[in-house]
């Protein structure tokens, strides 16, 4: 399954699923991009080398693999004009009554400011509002992420509130804002709107 293209000013943005030949360029993108990404990412065991060496991308896709076969997390690699440039998950997908998911994303430091994970977040807002079947995706960014609460601005999200010490970030609990929409708030869909605000074009 493909979502989009989409053209943005960084070039013509696509997502699909992960592979598992991706583990060269996401190793590559990644230890290149620590000081771009640590800072925003859950705290975890071992060093940034050894998390994100090319060996520990097998162990990271089949788990993200597993959770998408049971219906319970959808992992997408972003590319942009066919080359790997970043991954956005929607995870935590929770049926019944409640239809909610959360989502997150990375994009390699050599593409950012050019619209490529607005373009991604809008992407695959639409493909779980109508596919999917869900009813809410929410976001939750750390204050600081100035970037980040820009693309969910930017992709329609409403910021719903403040959770205090809320995530193990970059070694600490760390305060984030917690953006969210819902399907009726979607209109005819995210891509359409990025569409006809000029931000980005059908490719
Ligand atoms: N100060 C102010 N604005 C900034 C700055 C900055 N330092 N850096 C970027 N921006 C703005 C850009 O100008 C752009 O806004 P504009 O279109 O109005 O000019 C916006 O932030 C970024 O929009 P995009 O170009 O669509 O996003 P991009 O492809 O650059 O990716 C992302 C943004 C994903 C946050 C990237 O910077 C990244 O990977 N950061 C590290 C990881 C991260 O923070 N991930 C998100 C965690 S939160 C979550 O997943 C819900």
Request: glycine content about 10%.
């Amino acid at each position: 399954m493909k979502l989009g293209p989409l053209q943005v000013a960084a070039g013509t943005v696509a997502l699909r699923p992960i592979r598992l030949r991706d583990a060269g360029e996401w190793s590559k993108a990644r230890l290149h991009d620590r000081s771009h990404l640590e800072k925003w990412e859950p705290s975890a065991p071992g060093s940034w080398a050894d998390r994100n060496a090319f060996l520990s991308w097998p162990s990271q896709w089949a788990a993200l693999r597993s959770l998408a076969r049971r219906g319970q997390c959808l992992p997408f690699a972003i590319t942009v004009d066919g080359a790997f440039a970043g991954q956005i998950t929607v995870g935590n997908v929770i049926r019944a009554s409640l239809r909610s998911a959360w989502v997150g994303y990375w994009v390699s430091s050599k593409i950012v400011r050019g619209g490529v994970a607005t373009a991604a977040v809008a992407l695959v807002a639409d493909h779980v509002f109508t596919v999917g079947g869900l009813h809410r995706l929410e976001a939750t960014v750390r204050p600081e992420n100035t970037p980040s609460l820009r693309v969910l601005a930017k992709a329609g999200f409403r910021e719903e509130g403040l959770f205090r010490r809320y995530l193990d970030v970059a070694g600490g609990w760390r305060d984030h804002l917690c953006f969210a929409i819902t399907s009726e708030e979607i209109g005819d869909g995210l891509v359409p709107r990025l569409v006809a605000s000029g931000r980005a074009e059908y490719a």
